[in-house]
Structures are given as structure tokens and as C-alpha cells.
């Protein structure tokens, strides 16, 4: 998981829990603020562990 903040002043966050269901950001020792984040989730699907990676959709 990667979190990037969008902020004018210093934004310092920290993902404190992730799950299937939800991703929690909060400020990294105590700081404030309050700002949006982007986000992006990487992670391989219930029951697909062993499926080939497609890297060009063209080849399929």
C-alpha cells in the first residue's frame, strides 16, 4: 500500500491498519493536519495465487 499526501505545509502520514474492508491514515508522532491522500493497493485475489501475471494484455 502507498499513501501520498497533497498538502501545502509538512504532512507526515502513516497507514495504522489495513484490511480487506478498510485502510486507516493517521499522522505520523502526533502531528496534525488535515489534507486528502492518494492512495493505491497492491495484492494478489482470494484464489488466485497461482495464476501467471499478464504483463502484455497483447500476448494473451
Not at 2 to 27: C, D, G, K
Amino acid at each position: 500500500m502507498q499513501v501520498t499526501p497533497h498538502a501545502r505545509e509538512r504532512a507526515l502520514p502513516q497507514v495504522i491498519e489495513r484490511s480487506t474492508h478498510r485502510i486507516v491514515v493517521e499522522e505520523f508522532e502526533g502531528e496534525t493536519g488535515s489534507y486528502e491522500v492518494s492512495y493505491t493497493v497492491k495484492g494478489t485475489r482470494e484464489g488466485f495465487a497461482g495464476e501467471e501475471v499478464v504483463r502484455d494484455p497483447a500476448a494473451r
